[in-house]
């Protein structure tokens, strides 16, 4: 009989769960036929534009267009939802008042008086399902619920503290149209509630839980169906002028970012029409988390740009990328503000370099005049002396010229009436400007600048040392010229070609034609002609390209921006709103406060101080403006077992003396493991061995992180572990991560020297915390003798 208790209960769990998953099959059968019908009606409306096509008169053809182009998107959004999009259900009691919302569900957030009875009884009054977009049926009632829709937010806002309406919260796990699981959230678990006269059932133990549980991969999912309350409370926040969102490792900053940007374009997608821009540190977290946005429903008005690809000048190669990394010394120098002086003073000093005409001579009313290399000089001063781009002032300089060649002519003198005067003045000026001479000689003079030209050209020591001098020191100098001699870029190079590209003047780009059509020179025909519409991709692409500004700005990972390139990302975003994105404990940039005075330029605003959750907060802003600054934290660490949490917890305790660490929310039993580079064992095949030893106890994926200067040699040596394992540099894992991390030599990463007084530098700190977040299962330390370890492999800087 002992025995068949728990086998007999193990049973009618079974049997429970079965039924929940058969009816929610049964609902989710009825969003697929319902979604069927929908796409029916736009193939319909897709023809019936096409044939109005055929129709040439000027109205017919723009109802057309407008009609293709609601359909094509309409079309193009089912298309893409059609799969795996309904994820969710909350059962909720009777509101206080009976309004619906335009989506077809009650408004009310709070019950009714008396929904709950004195026994603690209670009827369900609403059942709302929750999906990536909202469908109604042919009566205009939900079947499902957009998950930015206000009467989704109780979905991700309930706790058991402040349930709301809310009894159950159910998490919906289907592949294709199949329902593969349910696991249920109680809000209210002291409560009996029936549901069509049956009691409410609960099934499986919590599905933010089993949503940790699951393995990695090498792209990130959507935490649309796990979103928690403090993460709801950013990713909804009115778009005020900026939003300031600080949390430590594994707090879903990023997918907090993201989701933000989906909800932004559904709450107000005309504001944002001028497009939402992402910035992300590195290009390996922008292939990590550009598949969430189509999956949320928005991709076409978001772009997503890694630090390193803002800059899209004529002077860089087709698909170049800054691929390279600076040395903390040479990022320093980059960086720093102080780059602005060097910058304009070299923009204006190329001018006077390579085969520069020191004479200028022109045939004028019969007579040679001439300006000699004195003259020319004093020309270029006064030309240079405006505030105009360098570009820009090619023609001034061009006016001055002719300036002094009328003046040496005489001829001004020679005619008292003004009106001929002006008239021979124009006549002379047309005649001298479009001789070859002087316009040979203006393109050598004042030859037109690109940013890649400039900063070549700063590669030279003893020029560059002229331009810096008073600014920067001598070996900054010196570093900075060896460092711009290489032909690689750097994502601090490419903020130095913008800022470049502000002081000269972006000459305009030749406009793209469209490859003739031979059709298209037979008069009458070419509006009646149907041509393909161009794709929600393909339109995403041509105005990511076009655009240099943006309605709305994300900056993720915000700590480890320099100030120059927040006055890159700040040009983007003049006219923006913006949201950004953080942790100080993170930050890989050594003059935190440098890069707050660049920010706080860059958006305009100052930061508020005080209470560092949700709250608003008017600041005046730099430029004389008010701006609106919002603040919110997040303290909930999702990603890290506690084991992991508590040893990272020692290096923040280094990095940042007195930061409190998110709170980690779960245990595996698991503790971080420790081992050393056995004697006799090169370094390369005791990482081998640790990563096979990671790649057997774990499902998902393996992150090896080590310092910079190691990557090449450690993606070599784990080159035949396959695609499950991944290489990375200790500046390169920010915002990723891993089911299992291997942290190659934590001395090493942190900087710090030989022995076990040497901690580290701040920045290598703060960067050695990065890498011992980023698992969600185990953690693995491998010392070198750097580190310093003791008989149990424990490194000296990890040691109580």
């Not at 009566?139 to 809310?166: C, H, M, Q």
């Not at 519409?533 to 480890?560: F, K, N, P, S």
């Not at 005046?620 to 040893?647: C, D, H, I, K, Q």
Request: glycine residues 8%; negative net charge; charged residues 30%.
């Amino acid at each position: 009989m002992g025995a068949a208790g728990p086998s007999g209960t193990e049973e009618q769990g079974t049997a429970l769960r079965d039924r929940e998953i058969a009816a929610e099959q049964v609902h989710l059968d009825r969003v697929y036929r319902r979604l069927e019908e929908k796409i029916h009606e736009a193939e319909f409306l897709m023809n019936d534009a096409a044939q109005r096509g055929q129709v040439g008169t000027p109205g017919a053809l723009a109802e057309r267009d407008a009609q293709v182009f609601r359909a094509g998107v309409h079309l193009n959004r089912l298309n893409n939802e059609f799969e795996d999009f309904l994820f969710g259900r909350i059962d909720l009691l009777a509101g206080k008042d009976g309004k619906k919302g335009p989506d077809g569900a009650y408004t009310a957030i709070e019950p009714a008086e008396g929904a709950v009875r004195e026994d603690n009884t209670a009827d369900i009054a609403e059942t709302l399902h929750i999906g990536r977009i909202g469908v109604l049926d042919s009566d205009y009632s939900p079947l499902v619920i957009d998950w930015r829709a206000p009467a989704a937010a109780p979905f991700y806002r309930s706790t058991p503290v402040e349930p709301g309406r809310v009894v159950r919260r159910r998490v919906v796990r289907s592949k294709g149209r199949k329902v593969l699981g349910v696991e249920d959230d109680l809000m209210r678990p002291e409560l009996t509630a029936r549901l069509g006269g049956e009691v409410l059932p609960a099934v499986g133990d919590g599905a933010l839980m089993a949503a940790l549980g699951q393995a990695r991969s090498h792209t990130m999912r959507d935490i649309v169906s796990s979103i928690q309350a403090e993460q709801d409370l950013v990713i909804r926040a009115p778009a005020a002028s900026v939003t300031y969102v600080e949390g430590g490792p594994g707090t879903g900053k990023t997918a907090v970012a993201l989701h933000r940007a989906a909800y932004l374009l559904y709450q107000d997608r005309r504001r944002y029409a001028g497009g939402i821009l992402i910035v992300s540190p590195t290009p390996l977290l922008v292939s990590y988390t550009e598949g969430v946005l189509p999956s949320l429903g928005e991709e076409g008005q978001v772009a997503i740009r890694a630090v390193g690809s803002l800059y899209e000048g004529p002077d860089l190669a087709p698909g170049e990328e800054a691929t390279e990394y600076d040395t903390p010394a040479t990022a320093r120098v980059k960086g720093s503000a102080r780059m602005v002086k060097v910058l304009r003073k070299a923009a204006r000093g190329v001018l006077d370099l390579g085969e520069a005409p020191e004479r200028l001579r022109v045939v004028a009313f019969g007579r040679r005049l001439e300006l000699d290399a004195r003259e020319l000089s004093r020309i270029r001063a006064a030309a240079l002396g405006g505030t105009a781009p360098v570009n820009l002032l090619r023609p001034r300089a061009r006016r001055l010229l002719l300036d002094a060649l009328w003046k040496q002519s005489g001829a001004g003198s020679r005619h008292t009436d003004p009106e001929l005067a002006a008239e021979l003045r124009s006549g002379f000026d047309e005649d001298v400007s479009t001789e070859d001479s002087f316009l040979v000689f203006l393109d050598a003079w004042w030859p037109e600048l690109t940013p890649r030209r400039v900063l070549t050209a700063m590669a030279d020591e003893r020029r560059l040392a002229r331009w810096s001098r008073r600014v920067l020191n001598q070996n900054e100098a010196r570093r900075l010229a060896r460092s711009l001699a290489r032909e690689a870029l750097t994502a601090h190079d490419v903020a130095l070609l913008d800022e470049l590209q502000a002081i000269l003047g972006a000459p305009a780009r030749p406009r793209k034609v469209r490859e003739a059509d031979p059709l298209d020179q037979l008069t009458g025909l070419e509006e009646l002609m149907p041509r393909r519409e161009e794709t929600q991709r393909e339109r995403a692409e041509r105005l990511a390209q076009e655009r240099t500004e943006y309605a709305h700005v994300i900056v993720d990972e915000a700590q480890d921006l320099t100030p120059m390139q927040w006055r890159m990302i700040g040009r983007r975003g003049r006219h923006a709103t913006w949201t950004v994105v953080g942790d100080p404990a993170q930050s890989s940039w050594s003059d935190p406060d440098e890069a707050a005075a660049a920010r706080d330029e860059a958006l305009g605003t100052v930061v508020p101080t005080g209470d560092h959750h949700a709250q608003g907060a008017t600041t005046r802003a730099l430029t004389g403006r008010s701006a609106r600054a919002r603040r919110f934290s997040l303290t909930v660490n999702y990603r890290n077992p506690s084991e992991v949490a508590e040893l990272a917890a020692r290096v923040l305790a280094l990095a940042l003396p007195g930061a409190e660490p998110p709170r980690a929310v779960r245990s595996t039993g698991l503790r971080p493991r420790f081992a050393t580079v056995p004697d006799g064992d090169d370094l390369a095949h005791a990482v081998r061995e640790e990563a096979r030893r990671l790649l057997d106890q774990v499902d998902g994926t393996v992150g090896v992180v080590g310092a910079m200067e190691r990557r090449s040699g450690l993606r070599k040596a784990l080159a035949e572990l396959g695609d499950r394992v991944v290489a990375l540099g200790s500046l390169e894992a920010k915002g990723l991560e891993y089911d299992a991390t291997l942290v190659v030599s934590p001395a090493e990463i942190a900087g710090a020297g030989q022995g076990e007084e040497s901690t580290g530098t701040p920045v290598g700190l703060r960067t050695l915390y990065v890498a011992m977040t980023r698992a969600t299962q185990q953690l693995t330390i491998l010392s070198t003798d750097r580190d310093a370890p003791d008989a149990e492999g424990v490194p000296a800087l990890l040691r109580d």
